[in-house]
């Protein structure tokens, strides 16, 4: 079955840059596009930016501009986000979430468990 | 920047038919989708390109969108459908959610 499998959670200090992993498993990988999404603690989702896993094209949240990083490495169906500067405002889950690419459209079908990751000096 | 409305809160009696509107300009020209979220949990997909359920997705949820809203609708609506839930459009080369709804069943 399809499975988005994240890294665990992870603690950084303001200023710090932290990396989440996305592992793909039961499809065809660069059949579609990943999105990263995050949630802080009560608050609404929020998308960052996805990545074309057939092409590595990007796009960005202008929310995010400059600090996000969206990656993909298709011989591991890992998908990565990293974002740098950290703040205490980036407290949150991050998801990883596929689309098609080959619809517009089709929606999110298939999210991560959600990482945690926690921005505390 | 192109924005999503929702109403923060929705309150339904079980049985009973739930109706959360998205409003954004001109939001009948994108595709909408809506996503159910269950505390601690990940979001679920429950509508796509405006009208469709994915598999797995029981037929009491239903969508339309047309001018500047977009409408999700729960039929008979039971204990198990109090969630969150979000709409989401492409906005110029951006995903925009709305703020999400929350539907409690009475």
């Known amino acids: 079955q399809v499975q988005l499998v994240q890294s665990g959670a992870d603690v950084k200090k303001p200023g710090a840059s932290v990396k989440v992993s996305c592992k793909a498993s039961g499809y065809s990988f660069t059949d579609y596009a990943i999105h990263w999404v995050r949630q802080a603690p009560g608050q609404r989702l929020e998308w960052m930016g996805w990545?074309?896993?057939?092409?590595?094209?990007?796009k960005y949240s202008q929310n995010f501009q400059g600090r996000v990083t969206v990656t993909r490495d298709t011989s591991a169906s890992t998908a990565y986000m990293e974002l740098s500067s950290l703040r205490s405002e980036d407290t949150a889950v991050y998801y990883c979430?596929?689309?098609?690419?080959?619809?517009?459209?089709?929606?999110?079908?298939?999210w991560g468990q959600g990482t945690l990751v926690t921005v505390s000096s | 920047s192109f924005e999503l409305t929702q109403p923060p809160s929705v309150s339904v009696s079980p049985g009973q038919t739930a109706t959360i509107t998205c409003s954004g300009d001109k939001l009948g020209d994108r595709y909408v989708c809506w996503y159910q979220q269950k505390p601690g949990q990940s979001p679920v997909l429950v509508i796509y390109?405006?009208?469709k359920r994915p598999s797995g997705i029981p037929e009491r949820f239903s969508g339309s969108n047309s001018g500047n809203t977009a409408t999700l609708t729960i039929s008979g609506t039971q204990a198990m459908d109090e969630a969150d839930y979000y709409c989401?459009?492409?906005?110029?080369?951006?995903?925009?959610f709305g703020p999400g709804t929350k539907v409690t069943v009475l």
């Open positions: 989401q459009a492409w906005g110029s080369s951006a995903v925009v």
């Open positions: 990545v074309n896993v057939v092409n590595g094209n990007t």
């Open positions: 979430a596929r689309e098609t690419i080959i619809v517009a459209g089709t929606g999110a079908d298939h």
């Open positions: 390109q405006d009208i």
